[in-house]
């Protein structure tokens, strides 16, 4: 399985900015997917996740309302759009992917297999 992470950068508060995530080598659409992130310091931490048919997502408090994760089975691609971001959100970003079709624990680094090797995003005017 290979996941590439594409997008970040630098952005300043209040604008926006758009992650992608190039999947491979595994049947994507039966998966489900997620976003994650180390802040400066910190341990790795969940942002976003979503089911294998796009019908249930979750995401972290602190990015409710902010962010939005979509998957695309057409292009093997998960995305997570950031809107409004404030310096906090400033980390590494990964996308994530199990090995297991059904997922109890999506928020948990643990139950996923594979990473991406992350894309830098920095919050800063």
């Known amino acids: 399985v290979q996941l590439v992470e594409s997008g970040g950068g630098l952005v300043q508060p209040g604008g926006s900015l758009r992650l992608s995530c190039a999947v491979s080598?595994?049947?994507?659409?039966?998966?489900?997917m997620a976003w994650f992130r180390r802040p400066p310091g910190k341990e790795r931490e969940f942002v976003a996740g979503?089911?294998?048919?796009?019908?249930?997502?979750y995401y972290a408090d602190a990015v409710k309302g902010r962010f939005t994760i979509s998957r695309d089975s057409t292009k093997s691609a998960l995305d997570l759009q950031m809107n409004s971001p404030n310096p906090e959100v400033s980390a590494v970003y990964y996308c994530?992917?199990?090995?297991?079709?059904?997922?109890?624990?999506?928020?948990?680094?643990?139950?996923?297999?594979?990473w991406g090797q992350g894309t830098q995003v920095t919050v800063s005017s």
């Open positions: 994530a992917a199990p090995s297991a079709l059904i997922l109890s624990h999506l928020r948990v680094p643990g139950a996923y297999d594979s």
């Open positions: 080598g595994v049947t994507f659409g039966r998966y489900t």
């Open positions: 979503i089911r294998s048919n796009g019908g249930h997502i």
